[in-house]
Nanobody, 123 residues
């Protein structure tokens, strides 16, 4: 059974940084893409970033490009989202998921989804 656990969220001031982690178990981690989505109050899950199974292809939402970096380590089956120059509009619950290919639509990912980690950017 595939299981994803996110960590690394918290409260940070505007301009600060956070690193989220998503550790996968029960899946051949090296063969799946990893995606990150954000959900804010009153909105659905929005695409933030994704990385292909081999790390060669990365995609970012326009709103985070140049500030966020997605990478992965295979030894411990963990995907990371490095978030720099954080803005209040980055606030939300961040979820990771797995899939056969990168897609901007949440429903296109085979999943499952992690439990989410709260990121709050506020002064």
């Amino acid at each position: 059974q595939v299981h994803l656990v996110e960590s690394g969220g918290g409260l940070v001031q505007p301009g600060g940084s956070l690193r989220l982690a998503c550790t996968a178990t029960g899946v051949t981690f090296s063969t799946y893409a990893m995606g990150w989505f954000r959900q804010s109050p009153g909105t659905g899950r929005l695409f933030v970033a994704a990385i292909a199974w081999n790390g060669d292809i990365r995609r970012y939402a326009d709103s985070v490009a140049g500030r966020f970096t997605s990478f992965r380590t295979y030894g411990n089956s963990t995907a990371f989202l490095e978030m720099d120059s954080l803005k209040p509009e980055d606030t939300g619950v961040y979820y990771c998921t797995v899939g056969e290919r990168i897609d901007y639509v949440p429903a296109s990912w085979e999943g499952p989804w992690g439990q989410g980690t709260q990121v709050t950017v506020s002064s």
